[in-house]
């Protein structure tokens, strides 16, 4: 289990020299989850009708549960409950075991791609975000079990903790679906950045470029339309050091269940570690990246 009591309290300056926002400003923690809990349940609400057609398409044309959940960690660290509609042939990993996930992969249903590329198979996680479990905007959720292995190879990794993991986030309508360990390490500064510019007015930006990317417009045309910084930018800020996030090291993590392989480098991740990003692996489904 991941734990914290880490404060996260840190200002980040602006090119002007003004503070742009703090990971834990009264935004952050207080304004945001009142906003998220409230469209979280209009939403719940007005696509109730969307998620019990995908409920029952998913129970019609494929055995087993048509929900699962899973533990994921939250902000500090803090593990939570995600759910998700099923879009996998159930426990399809009894034989393979944990692999990537491609973008045809055979294990995916004919019902399960449709709800992917729709993002219907996300709807319960409004439930994640009306529990406060979640936000609307954020960083994706990862597995407990993989947190520990994935801050091994990108030192910067818990930083990425600092706020509330996202039903959707500024990594997510900016870039594919992971498929290697390079497209992890390009969502993390597409988090980190996020985190250095967490505010009312980004996490409006990241909703509203949502929408082109649920109806399939390209990165390029969300990014231009809602003005994005380019990745170039980013991994500059990033790397610069001129984004204020706080420092990893205040993340204290217990040490790996023995039974939990461990993976020295980026080549042991090949068929068994999960991506950054919103993978999504359960018991019944192998990982998934949305």
């Known amino acids: ?63 087993g549960p048509v929900i699962y959940s899973q533990r994921r960690v939250g902000r500090g660290g803090r593990n939570f409950t995600i759910y998700k509609v099923r879009s996998m042939t159930y426990n399809c990993e009894r034989t393979t075991g944990p692999r990537w996930s491609t973008g045809r992969d055979s294990r995916v249903t004919p019902v399960g791609r449709f ?37 091994k190879v990108f030192p910067d990794y818990m930083e990425r903790l600092a706020v509330a993991p996202g039903l959707t986030g500024l990594a997510q309508v900016q870039l594919p679906p992971d498929s290697d360990v390079e497209g992890v390490g390009l969502k993390l500064s597409f988090d980190l950045y996020y985190v250095g510019r967490v505010g009312f007015l980004m996490d409006v930006r990241v909703l509203l470029g949502t929408i082109p990317h649920v109806l399939g417009c390209s990165y390029e045309f969300t990014r231009k339309l809602l003005r994005f910084p380019s990745l170039e930018v980013i991994q500059g800020e990033v790397r610069g050091g001129t984004l204020g996030v706080p420092k990893a090291d205040e993340v204290p993590v217990e040490p790996a269940p023995a039974s939990r392989p461990e993976f020295s480098n980026t080549a042991d991740w090949g068929g068994v570690m999960s991506p950054m990003s919103s993978a999504l692996l359960s018991p019944s489904e192998g990982p998934q990246l949305a």
């Open 1 to 63: 289990m991941i734990s914290t009591d880490a404060s996260w309290r840190q200002t980040i300056t602006q090119e002007g020299g003004g503070p742009i926002a703090r990971a834990d400003d009264l935004y952050a923690t207080r304004i945001k989850s009142a906003i998220d809990r409230a469209l979280a349940g209009c939403l719940l609400v007005i696509t109730s009708p969307l998620l019990l057609l995908a409920v029952a398409l998913v129970k019609l044309t494929s055995p």
């Open 115 to 151: 709800l992917r590329r729709t993002h219907l198979d996300e709807l319960p996680q409004l439930w994640n975000v009306l529990r406060g479990d979640m936000s609307l905007v954020g960083p994706r959720p990862e597995r407990p079990e993989f947190v520990t292995q994935l801050a």
